[in-house]
């Protein structure tokens, strides 16, 4: 099975983890826009869904499926995003597709985190991906110095055209290269402490509750 194949396998299996007539919280990438897809033909089934960016939104009404806005809600019993990495207790990186700080939010309002992700996320130790950082614009240079102190090297994320992406909150992102974490939650509350940091793409502290790992033998369910 191909990569996509796989996300679409754990996009499909997501559905058993939606609470019918309840809100669902939808995360950003590739493997849940096919949570997306396959979450339209039950759409009339559930309340709605708080999406963690722009272009989860605009999937989602795409398919006719409605959107709450998180200021609108106070709980979520489901979670259900990907990963760029998961250890083997639910600790995850996240932010490649740039949309960690909305994820976050998204996912502290929710019960469960449901993770779906092929195999290739799957990893001992975190930090071979590069940990997505967004960051207050003036103090990315003092924050590159500190990632540097602890053995990273961090660079501002860049679209094709050379200008820096900025995100849906109106930031830039570091990438930080080369960091073994090998203590998610310390590090992560160490990052949180930085000032310019908005959010870090390190889930520790909202790890995952499930993942659903879509190897070539079918759906494989991890429980943390
Ligand atoms: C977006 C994310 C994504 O969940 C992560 O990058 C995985 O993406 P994909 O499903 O496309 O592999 O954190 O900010």
């Known amino acids: 099975m191909t990569q996509d194949e796989l996300k679409a396998l754990v996009g499909q299996a997501a559905l058993a983890h939606v609470v019918p007539g309840e809100l669902v919280g939808v995360g950003?990438?590739?493997?849940?826009?096919?949570?997306?897809?396959?979450?339209?033909?039950?759409?009339d089934r559930i309340a709605g869904c708080v999406s963690s960016s722009q272009a989860s939104t605009a999937r989602l009404l795409a398919h006719g499926i409605r959107v709450l806005e998180a200021t609108e809600v106070q709980g979520l019993p489901v979670y259900v995003d990907g990963a760029d990495e998961i250890d083997h207790q639910g600790f995850m990186i996240k932010g490649g597709g740039a949309a960690l700080t909305r994820e976050k939010i998204v996912a502290d309002l929710a019960e469960r985190f449901v993770c779906i992700a092929d195999a290739s996320k799957r990893v001992e130790v975190l930090g071979a991906f590069p940990l997505p950082v967004e960051v207050i614009e003036m103090a990315a240079a003092q924050l590159v110095r500190r990632f540097q102190?602890?053995?990273?090297?961090?660079?501002?994320?860049?679209k094709a055209d050379g200008q820096p992406l900025i995100t849906d909150n109106g930031h830039p992102l570091l990438d930080v290269r080369g960091l073994q974490i090998t203590d998610p939650l310390a590090?992560?509350?160490?990052?949180n402490q930085?000032?310019?940091?908005?959010s870090v793409g390190l889930f520790a502290r909202h790890r995952a509750s499930v993942c659903l790992l879509g190897t070539p033998a079918g759906v494989q369910t991890l429980v943390f």
């Open 194 to 198: 930085w000032p310019g940091v908005v």
């Open 28 to 43: 950003t990438g590739s493997t849940v826009n096919h949570f997306i897809d396959a979450l339209a033909p039950m759409k």
């Open 149 to 158: 102190a602890l053995g990273g090297t961090a660079a501002l994320r860049l």
């Open 187 to 191: 590090l992560e509350t160490e990052i």
